[in-house]
């Protein structure tokens, strides 16, 4: 009855784990979690390796957001730049200094 739990105990956390199994992170929080576990004793490494398999990917997704946040600041922060670059040259023009095109054709057809 004790091996059939543990297989049972085992199948289940397996089961628990295998979305989580091709997903960033997840094989590193799994190999830590599972030294982690089986440092404890008991049998605990299958899981501590699900628990880390979850953390890692919890962690792996945090990193991603983060940088995705980062990555999007960034993009505003360059068309912000740009877009001021062109007011620039719109308010010179307004400004009566320099000339434009428009300005020198008027004087090639006089």
Known sequence: MHKF??????LGALALAAPYAAAE???KGA???????HE???GHAMAGGAAGCAIGHHEANKKAK???????????QM???RDG??????DSDRSGSGSSLR???DRSAR
Do not use: I, P
């Open 79 to 81: 068309r912000s730049d």
């Open 66 to 76: 983060k940088e995705a946040e980062q990555d999007k600041q960034q993009d505003r």
């Open 5 to 10: 739990l543990f297989a049972t105990t085992v």
């Open 25 to 27: 992170g997840c094989g």
């Open 31 to 37: 190999v830590v979690g599972g030294v982690v576990g």
């Open 103 to 105: 300005d020198d054709h």
């Open 85 to 90: 670059d062109h007011r620039d040259d719109r």
């Open 40 to 42: 404890t004793g008991s």
